[in-house]
Structure formats: C-alpha cells, structure tokens
C-alpha cells in the first residue's frame, strides 16, 4: 500500500519546499477524516484494503488541495471530494 506522499503533493501543486510540514499535517487530516467518516474504530489500511488505493490517494489529493487553498471553506471539499469520498464509503460498504 502506498500512500500519497507530502513530496508527490508538493510536485504536483508545484509548492515550495518550505510547505512539507503544512502538507504533510494536511495529510494525516485528510486520511484520518476519510478512515473517521468511512468506518468507526477503523484504520487506513482496513479501509484501503476494502476500497481501492488509487481513489483513496485522490481523495486525499482532493482534500488537501480544498483545504491548503482555502477553497473547503466556501464550499466544502468540493465536488470531486465529495464523489471520492462517497465512493470510498460505498465500496467500504460492499454497495456497488
């Protein structure tokens, strides 16, 4: 199982170094968040294991983005976000 990274973020927003803690901080929320609203008691490899890994790491890449530019404020994590996260609890749940 591999995680989004706070390098690959960085890469892809095309932020500064200096922005890895911020990122990296952004990161434990977003997967705490997804794992919190997905299933209780759970873990991020009990929900990976049940869903799939490249949607997981989206919707990380989605919350994180929403969040680092201010953009979940408006208007929550944004539609992209909320699909991802929708379907992570939906395949969790064995709903198809």
Not at 28 to 39: E, G, H, P, Q, W
Not at 52 to 68: D, M, T
Not at 84 to 89: A, P, T
Request: charged share 20%; glycine share 8%; no cysteine.
């Amino acid at each position: 199982m591999t995680i989004v990274t706070a390098d690959i973020i960085i890469n892809e927003l095309h932020l500064d170094v200096s922005e890895k803690a911020q990122i990296e901080s952004l990161i434990n929320f977003a997967k705490n968040y997804i794992v919190s609203t997905t299933v209780k008691g759970g873990t991020v490899e009990d929900v990976v294991a049940k869903t799939n890994e490249n949607i997981f790491n989206q919707a990380i890449r989605g919350i994180v983005s929403s969040l680092y530019f201010g953009s979940a404020e408006q208007n929550g994590f944004g539609v992209q976000g909320m699909v991802l996260l929708n379907s992570i609890r939906n395949m969790y749940k064995g709903v198809e």
